[in-house]
């Protein structure tokens, strides 16, 4: 069965203090990895896509990256306004596009 | 530029009531359009995808049911609403796969419903 884990659950951070959150997949045939930022009460931002094992892709202060079993954003000097949920989703082929959601890490980050 | 719109944003329904959620996209044809599910503190469930007018497949069998009347929109209905079907309604769309690319979903604001 395809899963996506995300750890941690909720991840508490001073400003100015960087940290990554873990992305973990098993799935028949990866497709595309998807990063989304949620805010409360609001549908999910797309942040980026990464397609094959070694991919990196950054904006602004976020970089994600991607290996064969797991995907990594990484978080550099973090402000008050990254505080949000960030999601993660794979594609696989075959499914007709659908994306499979992990359960998403609230980020935190305090003044 | 592309737009997704969902309506209404939210929404008090009582136990056994029906309903009826809308979403309409703009500036694109033909897309692929689905609808997901988001409790509290959990991630998305798809729920209903459709790649085109009356093409509407099923994930998650229960009490709602989807349908594609035009091209661009897409409503999510249920008969008799349960206490189990609170809960945030997101709608989103992405042109279409084609030539192995994977194309990026992009989300509407979502409908908060809560059945009392």
């Known amino acids: 069965e395809d899963q996506v884990t995300q750890s941690p659950e909720a991840l508490r951070l001073q400003e100015g203090e960087s940290s990554s959150l873990n992305c973990s997949y098993t799935v028949s045939g990866l497709r595309g990895l998807f990063w989304y930022r949620q805010d409360p009460g609001k549908g999910p931002e797309f942040l980026f896509t990464?397609?094959?094992a070694g991919e990196e892709k950054e904006k602004e202060r976020l970089k994600a990256t991607l290996t064969k079993k797991e995907s990594f954003l990484h978080i550099t000097a973090p402000k008050p306004e990254d505080s949000a949920t960030y999601l993660c989703?794979?594609?696989?082929?075959?499914?007709?596009?659908?994306?499979?959601f992990g359960q998403g890490t609230e980020l935190s980050v305090k003044p | 530029s592309q737009t997704i719109h969902q309506w209404p944003a939210t929404l008090v329904q009582p136990v056994g009531s029906p309903l009826s959620l809308e979403c309409t996209v703009e500036g694109t044809s033909n897309p692929n359009l689905y609808w997901y599910r988001q409790a509290a503190g959990r991630g998305l469930q798809l729920l209903f995808y459709s790649v085109g007018i009356g093409q509407i497949s099923s994930e998650v069998p229960q009490n709602l049911s989807a349908s594609r009347p035009q091209d661009r929109q897409f409503i999510l209905s249920s008969k008799k609403l349960l206490l189990s079907d609170s809960g945030f309604y997101l709608c989103a769309w992405n042109s279409g796969i084609g030539g192995g690319a994977t194309d990026t979903q992009y989300f509407g604001p979502g409908t908060r419903l809560t059945v009392l």
């Open positions: 989703a794979v594609q696989v082929y075959n499914q007709g596009g659908k994306l499979i």
């Open positions: 990464l397609y094959s």
